[in-house]
């Protein structure tokens, strides 16, 4: 299996945050260090359009690491992840099973991604599904951007807990095939399977604000709930 960690050198809401340091460390090693720990990918491919992140990662990681410089055209914050990952496929061939995951995922737990492989070794083992990516349950009342609700209805007041569950998309892994990808030009196959993961817990959290920043960073100096690595 290979792992896919595509970083862009600039960022819009939290500037450089790829390799800014994050307690003493760059942002992306965090990720970085424990996909290598796991021994789980073969290689580790770092799709990207900045020569820091590529001479940062080859110094860190050796021979396992593998850049793509990221052509012309993919350049850009309105580029779409799958064309990108089009690329890296293509680069590295269908016959690969691909981990695809992000640095702004620091606290993402060793133990969770070998229970997603896992799940998706199940999954193309038993012909079940094809694809897996992690989502947050939400037992919440959620409304549209026209405050029409989308898992309730005004003036029956179901329990929370009782609420159809609603699922977001965290962004902490997507796991496919190359050939499942090509064929439906999206990480997310026609028959995929969910890897719930609490919206509680501190691993899933994405660093997409400096507030989101800073708060990772303080869980980090205090060690409070981060989990223990393999």
């Not at 003036?155 to 190359?178: A, H, M, P, W």
């Not at 604000?209 to 980090?220: A, H, I, N, P, T």
Request: net charge neutral; charged share 25%; proline share 3%.
């Amino acid at each position: 299996m290979i792992a896919l960690l595509p970083m862009k050198g600039n960022s819009e809401r939290v500037p450089k945050k790829n390799i800014r340091e994050m307690n003493g460390m760059p942002l992306f090693f965090y990720i970085g260090d424990t996909l290598k720990r796991l021994d789980t990918f073969e290689i580790l491919v770092i799709n990207t359009d900045c020569e820091v992140i590529a001479s940062m990662a080859k110094k860190r990681y050796g021979t396992w690491v593998k850049i793509i410089e990221r052509p012309s055209h993919l350049i850009g914050g309105e580029v779409p992840m799958n064309l990108i990952i089009e690329h890296d496929i293509n680069e590295f061939g269908i016959s690969y099973d691909y981990f695809q995951t992000h640095s702004t995922s620091p606290l993402l737990c060793a133990n969770t991604i070998n229970e997603g492989v896992n799940l998706y070794n199940f999954g193309v083992k038993s012909g079940l599904f094809d694809s897996v990516f992690s989502v947050n349950s939400l037992n919440v009342r959620l409304y549209d951007k026209n405050l029409i609700p989308i898992n309730h209805k005004i003036g029956k007041l179901i329990r929370t807990q009782d609420l159809d569950v609603i699922y977001e998309e965290n962004s902490c892994f997507y796991i496919f095939s190359g050939k499942s990808f090509i064929e439906n030009k999206h990480r997310i196959s026609k028959t995929p399977k969910i890897f719930e993961m609490d919206r509680y817990s501190f691993e899933s959290i994405d660093i997409d604000r400096e507030s989101d920043w800073d708060f990772v960073e303080k869980l980090m100096r205090s060690n409070v709930g981060i989990c223990k690595q393999i």
